[in-house]
């Protein structure tokens, strides 16, 4: 989960009896997992379970995490359990430290693979097999309103089948009606993936195909088209905030946050986890959630980010990992967690029992958690390549500043990633 960044290299115990290596199990993470709404309710229910298992928790910065893992691997001294952003998960894979997930899944009636989204799952299965097991399913695809803003505004709400046309309306209308440091929309993510939701949105892509990308089709009169799309909604209307100004308040996921619960912006962008840092704040103000409009409606498509677990091949308490994913990523976890939780408010399970499960529960935080469940449907992922952060850091980031902040053309820019890329490939 990449939206929360460390700059800490920590160790964190959350057991401290001194028991054998057999009976101890070591997760590694890039992010404080331990510090999840609801981890003190699953490692309970977990040791109720499985008394005497000691759970020690390594949290490592992402730019760190993958030299630390080879290095532990290296020395003997690795841990159980790695916790993978989809994005660097190839180098996992290709690094063959990875235990086959398949004859587990297999062989365990009340946790298989059809328990989790497909599209999910997908991401973490190569040439037929599972090595890493989705935890969270929460794409960068829904948009969280303010009904109070609009009816202020004498703007009607949005619905599930608002198209862009209808978003850039009413957003021009809430930023009007506002006044001065109001705006209609914000985007609540990084610049890329603010982009990315515009773009994938409109009918554009990065490449070609996900899995196996032959071409970049950044040049495309479709992704040229939705990147103006949002370009003119920043510069054009000033019903969305500039990346500039977003900065000048902290920072896009701060300063869009800010805009949001203070009034200042009737919708934001971004993914469910939005809601569950904040759940009191949500339901004070009576925050309503959609699926986040698209150019065509029929055609939707989200970028989306996710973690996936997975058991190193040089555990030497597999079984007992195996276990605790069990426990970890299964119903049993996410009801231990949720009872555990603020409002309940939890990340949203991959797992599928769960999640209805889940949806089921009294949502005190939000009207409905429906539109996170649809827009699993149709999420895309980063391309599946083991440079593809390299390719990302050479050909798109260099410039995307200049086209989101009307610097440089739009058509021009983008058709020079697309060489650039292609160049890469």
């Known amino acids: 989960m990449k939206r929360i960044a460390l700059s800490l290299l920590a160790t964190l115990c959350l057991t401290t009896a001194a ?36 759970i020690e928790v390594q949290v490592t910065p992402q730019d760190q995490y993958l030299a630390k893992l080879l290095s532990q691997i290296a020395g003997g001294d690795a841990p159980d359990i790695v916790g993978i952003e989809n994005s660097p998960f ?115 892509a990065l490449v070609d195909d996900v899995k196996a990308p032959t071409k970049s089709l950044l040049d495309s009169p479709e992704s040229i088209a939705a990147t103006q799309y949002f370009v003119d909604m920043m510069l054009a209307d000033k019903s969305v905030p500039t990346n500039d100004s977003l900065e000048a308040m902290g920072g896009a996921d701060q300063g869009c946050t800010s805009l949001f619960l203070n009034g200042k912006a009737g919708m934001m962008i971004i993914g469910m986890w939005k809601a569950v840092e904040a759940p009191e704040k949500f339901r004070d103000l009576g925050i309503k959630l959609v699926m986040a409009p698209t150019k065509d409606t029929a055609n939707r498509v989200y970028p989306t980010g996710g973690t996936a677990y997975s058991i190193l091949k040089t555990s030497k308490n597999k079984e007992m990992a195996w276990n605790f994913l069990q426990e970890f990523l299964g119903q049993a976890g996410f009801e231990a967690a949720y009872k555990e939780a603020t409002l309940g408010a939890i990340y949203p399970p991959a797992n599928i029992p769960a999640f209805d499960w889940y949806a089921k529960q009294p949502i005190e935080f939000l009207d409905t958690l429906q539109p996170n469940a649809d827009a699993l449907a149709y999420i895309r992922f980063a391309p599946f390549m083991l440079n593809w952060g390299e390719i990302e850091s050479n050909c798109i980031t260099p410039d995307l500043d200049f086209v989101l902040n009307g610097s440089k053309p739009v058509g021009e820019t983008l058709t020079a990633m697309a060489a650039c890329i292609n160049g890469e490939l």
């Not at 202020?152 to 957003?171: E, H, I, K, L, Y």
């Not at 209308?173 to 209609?184: C, P, R, V």
Request: charged share 20%.
């Open 90 to 204: 190839p180098q996992f894979v290709n690094r063959n430290i990875l235990e086959d997930l398949t004859p587990m899944l297999a062989a365990t009636e009340s946790f298989k693979a059809a328990d989790f989204f497909p599209h999910l799952l997908d991401r973490y299965t190569v040439d037929a097999k599972v090595y890493g097991i989705p935890y969270d399913a929460q794409p960068n695809a829904l948009m969280f309103y303010n009904p109070s803003v609009f009816e202020a505004a004498g703007v009607d709400q949005p619905t599930a089948d608002w198209n862009w046309d209808q978003m850039r309306d009413a957003s021009k209308k809430l930023a009007d009606a506002g006044g001065e440091g109001s705006y209609g929309l914000c985007m609540s993510s990084s610049p890329m993936s603010n982009w990315l939701t515009f773009l994938y949105g409109g009918g554009g």
């Open 19 to 54: 028991l054998p290596q057999d009976n101890k199990l070591v997760i590694a993470s890039f992010y404080p997992v331990d510090k999840v709404s609801g981890w003190n309710g699953l490692l309970e229910a977990f040791n109720a379970k499985y008394p005497g298992v000691e």
